[in-house]
């Protein structure tokens, strides 16, 4: 089992900066950053593989967003730069431990979730 907790959200103007954390317990494979706005469905930002880091970013947060994992601290992170009003929306962390049919772009691909942190950019 796998739970999830994240932390670091809130309020910002744009062009703010926000540094979303997530407490993993388990053992992953990969954990993603999704988020979800109103009447909106849920996508995927950004993915981690545990083993190697290697990592893919939606293009609408390329170049702002940077995912990471510290094993140490057993945490995964979502640095979140140059905010903008777009980037409101609950974001939530995911996890899964397949290495076939797991991890990929879409919520059903995570079979673990945590509960969400709100970010709330204002024009």
């Known amino acids: 089992q796998v739970q999830l907790v994240e932390s670091g959200g809130g309020s910002v103007q744009a062009g703010g900066s926000l540094r979303l954390s997530c407490v993993v317990s388990g053992y992953t494979y990969c954990m993603a950053w999704f988020r979800q706005a109103p009447g909106k469905e849920r996508e995927r930002v950004a993915r981690i593989y545990s083993g190697s880091r290697s990592t893919v970013y939606a293009d609408s947060v390329k170049g702002r967003f940077t995912i990471s994992q510290d094993n140490a601290k057993n945490t995964l992170n979502l640095q979140v730069d140059n905010l903008k009003p777009e980037d409101t929306a609950m974001y939530y962390c995911?996890?899964?431990?397949?290495?076939?049919?797991?991890?990929?772009?879409?919520?059903?691909?995570?079979?673990?979730w945590g509960q969400g942190t709100q970010v709330t950019v204002s024009s």
């Open positions: 995911a996890a899964d431990r397949r290495a076939s049919g797991g991890c990929l772009s879409y919520p059903s691909s995570f079979a673990y």
